[in-house]
Nanobody, 115 residues
């Protein structure tokens, strides 16, 4: 079993910044790819925002490129999502995800961008 715990969400004004963290524990086999998903208000679907491969290569959806940065601390099994220049449309619950023989999701952390 793998456990994922997100933290760092909150309320921020447009243009502000937040850093999300996802701490992984349990049966982690080496470095695995990790992703951040967002579930927008009133939507059931979770959409990929950013991901980082086991080799450390990042990828982003177009709407967050240049504003968000994903990184990882392999020694601590933590993945970060630095979010800058936040916009109201970034609002949602952010989930950490990984696949290791099965899907693993964290419990989510709420990000609200509003003035």
């Amino acid at each position: 079993q793998v456990q994922l715990v997100e933290s760092g969400g909150g309320l921020v004004q447009p243009g502000g910044s937040l850093r999300l963290s996802c701490a992984a524990s349990g049966r982690i086999s080496g470095n695995v790819g990790m992703d951040w998903y967002r579930q927008a208000p009133g939507k059931q679907e979770r959409r990929l925002v950013a991901g980082i491969t086991r080799g450390g290569n990042p990828n982003y959806v177009a709407s967050v490129k240049g504003r968000f940065t994903i990184s990882r601390d392999n020694a601590k099994n933590i993945v970060y999502l630095q979010m800058n220049s936040l916009k109201p449309e970034d609002t949602g619950v952010y989930y950490c995800y990984t696949f290791q023989n099965q899907d693993y999701w964290g419990q989510g952390t709420q990000v609200t961008v509003s003035s």
